[in-house]
């Protein structure tokens, strides 16, 4: 199936570091959205992106709907040890309801 | 709100055994649901899109026989595993979008497959 180009692939930081990952796309998106997944749960929404040029924030996170429709990012501030987990973009594709999503990115945050 | 449950969360069936999983939005009426799966590690896999009062639509390389989907209302869509084998053994999850709002999947908890 189609997967989003998502990176990095995985990171280990320090506490109190800010975190920066992104997903790109050949294809158009109109929605964008981020999830954060923990082992053996399903996915939660973080934060949904509906325009191109749109940023949003959630807290300590900030993401941003790329203005060509094909990539998005996601920022995290000053990480805490409970952001570990793995983060996945997720592209609505254009004329459907079927979300498209990254390979994801593994986030390890070294107290 | 937007909460989306799962049952159940866990099944271990005998190889050729059905094992049915049940998808219900909660606070919200879903006029479509989607089927995913995940493998350890790996991102979600799109199986289909569920339609309420209608066929599902299922993606490439997806068995329809297989993985029987029925979304007979506005709030619970079923997948039934049939004549489940030790490779359908997987994470599947569930996410459902909210009719009269935007298109934005909120997901279930997700059910844990084993065949033994």
């Known amino acids: 199936g189609q997967q989003l180009n998502q990176s990095p692939q995985s990171m280990f930081i320090q506490e109190g570091e800010d975190v920066s990952m992104n997903c790109t796309s050949s294809s158009i998106f109109n929605t964008w959205l981020w999830y954060k997944q923990d082992p053996g749960e399903g996915p939660v929404l973080l934060i949904a992106?509906?325009?191109?040029?749109e940023l949003t924030s959630n807290g300590r996170l900030t993401a941003q709907f790329g203005i060509t429709r094909k990539d998005s990012f996601l920022n995290i501030s000053a990480s805490i040890p409970s952001d570990v987990g793995i983060y996945f973009c997720?592209?609505?594709?254009?004329?459907?309801?079927?979300?498209?999503f990254g390979t994801g990115t593994r986030l390890k945050v070294l107290a | 709100g937007a909460v989306v449950s799962q049952h159940p969360s866990r099944v271990i069936c005998k190889s050729g055994t059905s094992v049915k999983i049940e998808c219900r939005s909660l606070d919200f009426q879903a006029t479509t649901m989607f089927w995913y799966r995940q493998f350890p590690k790996k991102s979600l896999m799109l199986m289909a899109t569920s339609n309420e009062g209608s066929k599902a639509t299922y993606e490439q390389g997806v068995e329809k026989d297989k993985f029987l989907i029925n979304h007979a209302s506005l709030t619970l869509s079923t997948l039934t595993v049939t004549s489940a084998h030790p490779e359908d053994s997987s994470f599947y999850i569930c996410?459902?979008?909210?009719?009269?709002?935007?298109?934005?999947?909120?997901f279930g908890p997700g059910t844990r497959l084993t065949v033994l």
């Open positions: 997720a592209g609505q594709l254009t004329g459907t309801y079927k979300y498209i």
């Open positions: 992106l509906y325009k191109a040029g």
């Open positions: 996410s459902a979008t909210d009719s009269g709002s935007t298109d934005t999947q909120y």
